[in-house]
């Protein structure tokens, strides 16, 4: 009978071993199957997050073209019409000009 419990007690060891390894197993497995999940979400948001960075490169390359296309065509648009200011003008100037010539080429040679 004594055989008996020990038996009894080491076969109780024995599962309680096996279900501890196989408690080990499962948890490591698990761990496994965590970090392979974690890794695998970290790369899709690097992903999606490099995906985001380009298209707000882009928006904002775009918005900077459109700025400047903008800033060009006011520029422009000054530069004309300051052109058309002296073009309107520049009649008025030599006209001005030349009659101060004629004064002071009168004033020289009549008195």
């Not at 007690?9 to 197993?25: L, P």
């Not at 073209?65 to 004309?80: C, D, H, P, T, Y």
């Amino acid at each position: 009978m004594r055989e008996s419990i020990i038996d009894d007690v080491m076969n109780d060891i024995r599962a309680a071993e096996d279900r501890a390894d196989s408690t080990v197993k499962d948890a490591q497995q698990q761990g496994k199957d965590i970090l392979l999940a974690a890794q695998e979400d970290a790369s899709r948001r690097r992903a999606l997050a490099r995906e985001e960075c380009k298209r707000l490169k882009k928006q904002s390359a775009e918005e900077l073209v459109s700025k400047q296309a903008e800033m060009r065509e006011n520029i422009l648009k000054k530069g004309r019409e300051r052109a058309q200011y002296l073009l309107e003008n520049k009649n008025s100037l030599v006209e001005d000009a030349a009659d101060g010539v004629v004064a002071k080429l009168l004033e020289k040679y009549i008195g």
